[in-house]
């Protein structure tokens, strides 16, 4: 939600900031605007509704086409509508200065009734939260004549999330931002400084990267960043390494970015393993005390498991749905109990945890609101906490006493795909780490165990070349209304990922049901024709749910229902029942989910594609939900 993008240097601005704001397009926008300084010192804003597109063609080149010294933003709207008048850039200080903002600034009716009780003139232009911000710095400026002490004794009244970064024609040369709970990340460059709401912002020019910490204000100028505390103190702050480049982040040749990221997902699982799997053992080194992320944090314990008795995951999404796969491993292997809650439920309901729990956070963005929030109320309520995210520098793991990194590379498109497989190898890693070190599953089976996790890149490559059968099968189903999914035990997470992924795709009615679920009650939406996809366990092992599944499917399929199933390749006991199959690979029952995500995902892409919807970028949906 909301791309904020920061610069000044020697390049002309505008070209950073709309290169900057088209790689973020994809955190989903309504509208977007630039401000820029020219060499004379004059600031120019314009700000348009719609595609970025719109913007490149309104602008006036010919006025700031020099400046180096600028801010632009896309908008995803929550106070007021998505037009002109509230996109960003907002102006204060009579038009002197300009301010972005990603974020709900919560008592910003009060602060307006102030503003208007004590300045009466005040002509407000928008709906915004983010004007009054505006407003508010600017009277501030006038004030104290420094935009970093300005906005400094602006937040400090501010209360919810924000990302600000204001700009003022008398002290050209300067950005300032500042976060609480939002994102920001700086890019350090020759001569040049970045701001960005994510590396993407800024990582064509630049892989030297700084994460700003919670309440911190950042001032950049073309040779030097400041960073302090709401208080003024300066603070340390570290510098990384982005770990991609421009190119992993563009198309390259695919039709969509999904469709590039969804055939990535073998790359997404091999990466996350690599260099964690020694001699038949899990190796996390980041779980070790001198790797603790927690900012100067004494508590630099690194992950601690001594004494946990029980698991909370938190995530909310396809990352929950990575975190159901994760309770059914870790209760098998590590034998403790494991709770998975979607993160805006948590913390509303007075959960009990303590010391001895150990809350697991799951997120690919790592600045997803809701489930930042709850990792806050762990951690307020002394739980440990470990991170589970595929974005560096992101805000959850900056707030976690440990993080393990998925190394899915960079997610473009909103729905998520690539990631999930990643998050579901890192999770499955760390079950096997807790079993080691709880003494649950003896080192041979946690040898084996690694070996089929490490099998399943090559396992999954091959159901990756069914795509054209399974586009031709989505081709015809362009008139469905509505599609159940089906599955058990490790396959109910499949099928309400599968669920979802139609729903945010194909804009097509979808519910995702544990089989064992139907007859009590979802079973009388089926009628003739109804296309039921069944996530069929194999039919091998001691305890397989193969034979209730296959009665699953007898029972709807008695009803007239068109049974599309996923089963391990030669399942002979499916084939009478199924209409369509999709084979996949021999995989014992926790690892099937890596191997039977994926035609779903190409299923519900594919039906989208047919129906001629943008399926990077689906209606109402963003990449990075940062408002609770
Ligand atoms: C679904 C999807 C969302 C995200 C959810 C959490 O395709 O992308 O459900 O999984 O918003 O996002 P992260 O993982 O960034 O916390």
């Not at 990575?322 to 993160?343: F, Q, T």
């Not at 959850?396 to 795909?417: L, N, Q």
């Not at 979808?510 to 939406?525: C, Q, S, T, V, Y």
Request: charged fraction near 20%; glycine fraction near 8%; aromatic fraction near 6%.
């Amino acid at each position: 939600m909301c791309g904020i993008v920061g610069y000044v240097g020697t390049s002309k601005s505008v070209e950073v900031l709309l290169g900057g704001l088209r790689r973020l397009e994809y955190r989903g926008y309504d509208s977007a605007g630039i401000a820029v300084i020219d060499p004379d010192g004059d600031l120019h804003t314009r700000k348009r509704a719609g595609k970025l597109q719109i913007l490149v063609d309104d602008l006036d080149l010919a006025a700031m086409a020099n400046g180096s010294t600028g801010i632009g933003h896309t908008r995803w709207a929550t106070h007021g509508g998505p037009n002109d008048q509230n996109a960003h850039p907002h102006l204060g200080d009579d038009g002197k200065l300009a301010l972005i903002h990603n974020g709900i600034i919560e008592n910003f009716a009060e602060l307006k009734n102030e503003l208007m009780e004590q300045h009466p003139e005040t002509v407000f232009t928008s709906e915004t939260d983010s004007e009054v911000a505006a407003l508010l710095v600017g009277l501030e400026y006038q004030r104290v004549g420094d935009l970093a002490e300005a906005l400094r004794l602006v937040v400090a009244r501010l209360h919810g999330a924000f990302t600000l970064l204001v700009l003022h024609k008398d002290q050209p040369g300067v950005v300032v931002g500042a976060r609480r709970n939002s994102p920001l990340v700086i890019g350090l460059g020759d001569g040049e400084n970045f701001l960005g709401s994510d590396v993407a912002a800024f990582v064509e020019h630049t892989r030297r990267a700084v994460a700003i910490g919670q309440d911190q204000i950042v001032t950049i100028t073309a040779d030097a960043v400041t960073v302090t505390d709401f208080d003024g103190a300066p603070v340390e702050s570290e510098e990384f390494d982005i770990a991609w480049d421009a190119a992993a982040a563009e198309k390259g040749g695919w039709s969509s970015f999904m469709a590039k990221e969804i055939s990535e997902e073998p790359d997404a699982i091999a990466n996350t393993l690599r260099g964690r799997i020694v001699d038949g053992a899990v190796r996390l080194t980041e779980l070790d005390p001198a790797a603790s992320t927690k900012p100067g944090s004494a508590a630099s314990a690194g992950l601690d498991l001594t004494g946990v008795n029980r698991i909370v995951i938190l995530g909310c999404g396809t990352a929950a749905y990575s975190g159901m796969l994760a309770k059914y491993a870790i209760e098998k292997w590590a034998k403790l109990p494991v709770d998975v809650e979607l993160s805006h439920e948590f913390r509303y309901r007075d959960p009990v945890i303590d010391a001895s729990t150990l809350v697991i956070s799951v997120s690919q963005s790592g600045e997803t609101m809701d489930t930042l929030m709850a990792v806050k109320y762990a951690v307020a309520n002394g739980a440990r906490t470990l991170s589970i995210c595929n974005t560096q520098g992101a805000t959850i793991p900056r707030e976690s006493d440990a993080v393990i990194y998925t190394h899915a590379g960079p997610e473009v498109a909103v729905a998520s795909t690539k990631a999930f497989v990643a998050q579901v190898a890192a999770f499955y890693l760390f079950g096997l780490h807790l079993a080691a070190v709880r003494g649950t599953l003896p080192k041979e089976e946690i040898s084996d165990l690694l070996d089929e996790l490490q099998a399943l890149p090559e396992q999954l490559a091959t159901v990756l070349e069914q795509h054209d059968a399974i586009k031709q099968l989505a081709g015809w189903m362009t008139d469905t209304r509505a599609v159940l999914f089906l599955g058990r035990h490790a396959g109910f997470p499949v099928a309400l990922e599968g669920a979802l992924k139609l729903k945010e795709l194909a804009y097509i009615h979808a519910e995702g049901f544990a089989a064992g679920e139907l007859k009590h009650g979802p079973i009388a939406l089926i009628e003739p024709g109804q296309p039921v996809f069944v996530v069929v366990p194999s039919p091998r092992g001691r305890d397989s749910l193969h034979p209730k599944v296959v009665s699953n499917i007898q029972e709807i399929r008695a009803r007239g229902a068109r049974i599309l199933a996923i089963a391990e390749q030669g399942d002979a006991a499916v084939l009478p029942y199924a209409d369509v199959v999709i084979p996949i690979p021999l995989a014992s029952t926790l690892f099937e989910p890596l191997l039977a995500v994926a035609p779903l995902q190409i299923f519900a892409m594919e039906l989208a594609a047919a129906k001629g919807l943008d399926v990077d970028q689906p209606r109402n949906l963003a990449k990075s939900v940062t408002v609770e």
